[in-house]
């Protein structure tokens, strides 16, 4: 991390509305913070290692795990990315899935299965460069900063991802939309954050890679948003301020 003062020479998104300003920064999780690629390979041999486990529960022959992972796992991908405002109740989700392809498993394995498998990503996650760096450096600053994401999977999983990689002791707080029952941009959810923050609006900076959930959600409350492009799959609009390095977030301050 550059050593860097707040409200120093200016990048695409710094303008007065930004500097000077900011009491906490609130983040998106995934291709903000971390980065990570579908992990194939680690999700076929976990369920390979369960289908013994399947078997007998079943009392029958377990399908093949690259049936497993592209009938069941890679289906609910969808439920990831979902445009809704409304979150699910995944192990639902979960169970609902694995009867869809015939495969009724009593509620204790499945929760094993999903375990496993959020196992896998948590060993695919990758940290921004400057993610931990950045979360510090605020600290240091005396700036509340926090994580809003949404996230369906069970929330004590993925606190333990983000304890595992680091970010977790970095932040003041953590909000996952499986904690609330609302997506961004539904209110509650920055809502919430602001809450367990313990900062106004008016004083915080959003910071995401989508601009319906990271910039346009988070303005419609009175936050101050850009969008982190390093990771996003696509280009914001003209006129939507962008940085595309996290070590850019001091000058914004």
């Avoid at 009938?71 to 899935?97: H, Q, T, W």
């Avoid at 809003?148 to 606190?159: G, H, I, Q």
């Avoid at 914001?236 to 390095?245: A, H, L, M, N, Y």
């Amino acid at each position: 991390m550059p050593d860097i003062k707040r409200g120093s020479t200016r990048s695409h998104a710094e303008g007065s509305e930004f500097v000077g300003l900011t009491q906490g920064v609130l983040f998106d999780y995934g291709r903000t913070l971390v980065t990570f690629d579908y992990p194939t390979e680690a999700l076929l041999e976990v369920m390979r290692s369960l289908r013994p486990r399947i078997e007998s529960a079943l009392g029958a022959p377990a399908p093949e795990a690259e049936a497993i992972l592209s009938d069941i796992l890679l289906p609910l991908e969808k439920i990831v990315g979902s445009m809704s405002e409304d979150e699910v109740d995944y192990m639902n989700v979960f169970r609902e899935a694995w009867a869809k392809a015939g495969i009724s498993l009593p509620d204790g394995l499945l929760h094993d299965i999903l375990d496993a498998e959020q196992l896998c990503w948590d060993r695919s996650v990758r940290l921004d460069p400057d993610a931990l760096q950045i979360l510090s450096w605020l600290g240091a600053h005396g700036i509340k900063c926090g994580v809003c994401s949404n996230a369906p999977f069970p929330p004590e999983m993925m606190r333990r991802q983000v304890d595992t990689n680091g970010v977790g002791e970095k932040v003041d707080a953590i909000v996952f939309s499986s904690e609330v029952g609302r997506r961004k941009p539904a209110p509650e959810m920055y809502r919430a954050a602001l809450d367990a923050i313990g900062v106004d609006a008016s004083h915080t900076l959003f910071v995401g890679d989508r601009v319906r959930e990271d910039y346009e959600g988070p303005r419609a409350l009175g936050m101050r948003a850009v969008i982190f492009t390093a990771h996003a799959d696509a280009a914001p609009p003209d006129g939507v301020p962008t940085i595309s390095s996290l070590s850019d977030l001091p000058r914004l301050l």
